[in-house]
């Protein structure tokens, strides 16, 4: 006997975090509202969809508020210097091949300290997963302007409004190298959860700019009412798909955001080439 | 009658972890919930389509919805 399809209930089975997180190390140090937890839980849900064993990923990051993730994720994981992350993840990576590395940093900590590091790291094009938390703002210290920090922006160190242009961290991928560079934002959760998973599984440097808000420093300086409001100016207003972007008129996308996959190229990847290098030299003995 | 026998969800809170951005009370479409003090609590739960968005969108994993 078959069952009519009204008695058919939707049931809600929520996602089980606690299997890929440390129970001990919760709840995490982020202020309320802050979108680093809603970044950390799309992560989460990538990182399970791909399939891996906890074994298989290793988590890096250097310092800053978004670096204290590895922290509170339960798979092999670092906590580096200021900007070094990616360096650390590119040893991590030379050394096991094997191992799914995914950076987790901060603005800052990408694009000004380690803004070399994440040069390099592109044009190498190593196998590695780098997560860009861009919340406009260098939190852990007190608030100073990041170099995502729109022009005008109130920080501490910026009273009367950041005069500096900022940084587009996609187009610096893009320039520098990188095979997968895509956007996403916390507010778009679902979205980020498929861009993560794309660029986990992507071979060569994944590069996803996330924009987050922290309404502690960034909000409280720029006059937002609450972390939803910054949610919906700066993630929901401010970023177009970039699939819905061809079918607006440039006045529409004047200012905006794309999110969404924005540059996917296969290229060859660092550590292939390496093993290529040294089963060519062995055979050649 | 058949209202009567619709099946609720559960709506667990964990009142630890709640830091009370207000986030979820914001974003719910159906408003199912509401501020009491520094945390959130259920106000309508008839209301609730198990659209999970406050999940989803709790960054200190502090609600989730079963059932």
């Known amino acids: 006997m078959s069952?009519?399809?009204?008695?058919k209930e939707k049931v809600s089975v929520p996602f089980d975090y606690n299997k890929?997180?440390?129970?001990?190390?919760?709840?995490h140090i982020w202020c309320p509202g802050c979108g680093h937890g809603i970044v950390l839980k799309a992560m989460l849900r990538a990182i399970d969809k791909t399939g891996f064993d906890k074994n298989d990923i290793c988590v890096i990051s250097g310092i800053g508020c978004s670096s204290r993730t590895p922290g509170y994720v339960d798979f092999n994981t670092m906590h580096t210097l200021h900007g070094r992350a990616l360096s650390f993840a590119t040893g991590v990576k030379f050394a096991n091949p094997k191992l799914k590395v995914i950076v987790v940093t901060g603005d800052g900590d990408a694009l000004a300290i380690g803004g070399n590091h994440f040069i390099h790291t592109c044009r190498r094009n190593i196998d590695l997963t780098v997560l860009v938390f861009t919340n406009a703002t260098y939190g852990m210290t007190g608030g100073q302007y990041s170099?995502?920090?729109?022009?005008?922006?109130?920080?501490?160190?910026?009273r009367y409004g950041s005069i500096e242009p900022p940084f587009d961290a996609c187009e610096m991928a893009k320039a520098s190298g990188a095979s997968f560079v895509a956007r996403g934002t916390a507010y778009h959760t679902l979205e980020l959860e498929k861009t993560i998973h794309e660029a986990i599984m992507h071979k060569g440097t994944s590069?996803?700019?996330i924009i987050d808000a922290c309404p502690t420093y960034f909000g409280r300086a720029n006059k937002f009412k609450s972390a939803t409001h910054m949610m919906e100016v700066i993630e929901k207003d401010n970023t177009v798909n970039v699939k819905q972007a061809d079918k607006l008129p440039p006045e529409k996308l004047e200012g905006k955001f794309l999110r969404g996959v924005l540059h996917k190229i296969e290229k060859p990847e660092y550590c292939e080439q390496y093993e290529?290098?040294?089963m060519e030299k062995a055979k050649a003995k | 009658m058949a209202d009567a026998a619709k099946k609720l969800p559960n709506i667990v809170i964990n009142e630890k972890f709640c830091k009370g951005c207000s986030i979820c009370v914001d974003f719910c479409p159906t408003d199912v919930l509401?501020?009491?003090?520094?945390?959130?609590?259920v106000k309508n739960l008839e209301a609730c389509t198990r659209c999970?968005?406050?999940?989803?969108?709790?960054?200190?994993?502090?609600i989730q919805v079963f059932g």
């Not at chain 1, 890929?20 to 709840?27: E, F």
């Not at chain 1, 170099?147 to 910026?158: D, E, N, R």
């Open chain 1, 20 to 27: 890929y997180l440390r129970p001990n190390k919760l709840p």
């Open chain 1, 3 to 7: 069952v009519p399809a009204e008695k």
């Open chain 2, 52 to 62: 999970q968005l406050c999940d989803l969108r709790c960054p200190d994993f502090a």
């Open chain 1, 207 to 209: 590069v996803v700019d």
């Open chain 1, 147 to 158: 170099p995502t920090t729109p022009m005008g922006s109130q920080a501490t160190t910026s």
């Open chain 2, 34 to 41: 509401e501020m009491k003090g520094t945390c959130v609590a």
């Open chain 1, 276 to 278: 290529s290098i040294v």
